[in-house]
Each structure stands twice: as structure tokens, then as C-alpha cells.
């Protein structure tokens, strides 16, 4: 009879989650949420359930842009891969002169 292993913790490896939201939306969605309330309710003087939709529409916009890892990279260009064969020079370490090397024949001068 073959061994199988058993799970024991079946969250290790997982996204962490507080609840059924993921942990690393809670600070952008806090900043929403203080935005909401201080600039909807607070200079624009609009009630709470408007203020109440916004916030949502924000946690939803932001939890659509930045839950889909794909969504981000969309907007990275992939590298343009080439065989080439210029040597690569650094801009922060330039490369050092090279010495002038002496003459290994003697030229005769008559």
C-alpha cells in the first residue's frame, strides 16, 4: 500500500486573508474609506449613503485592479530578447581605461 502524504495545514501557501478578504487590501482600502470620509462627507457635504457608495466603488475598483496579478503586468512591456554582441558597459561602474601596452618588437632606427 503506497504512502500518500497528509495535509495538515491546508492555508500554508496560501494568500493571507483576514475573513474572506485578502490581507493586503485592508491598508488601500482604509485609505479609501478615510478619503471617503473626508472628502465626500466632509468637504463636499454629501450624505452618508453617498458616501457609502463611493467607498464601496473604490474597495470594488481597487480589489478589480490589483487582486488580478495580470492586470498590472499588462501595462509592463516584456523585454525585447535579441542575440547581440556589444560587450555591456555599466552606467553606475565605467569601465577603467586600459593601460597603453608596450611594443613587444624592437624597432631598429638606422
Known sequence: MPREFRTVNRVLGD???IGPFPADQIVPWTGIL??????????FQASWFATGVF???????WWVV???KAFFGKFVSTPRIVRGY????SLVNPP??????????AHKRK
Open 15 to 17: 494568500q493571507p486573508r
Open 96 to 105: 577603467r581605461p586600459e593601460p597603453k601596452r608596450k611594443s613587444t618588437r
Open 86 to 89: 556589444k560587450p555591456f558597459i
Open 66 to 68: 490589483s487582486s488580478n
Open 55 to 61: 467607498v464601496a466603488w473604490g474597495w470594488a475598483t
Open 34 to 43: 478615510l478619503f471617503g470620509i473626508l472628502v465626500v462627507n466632509g468637504v
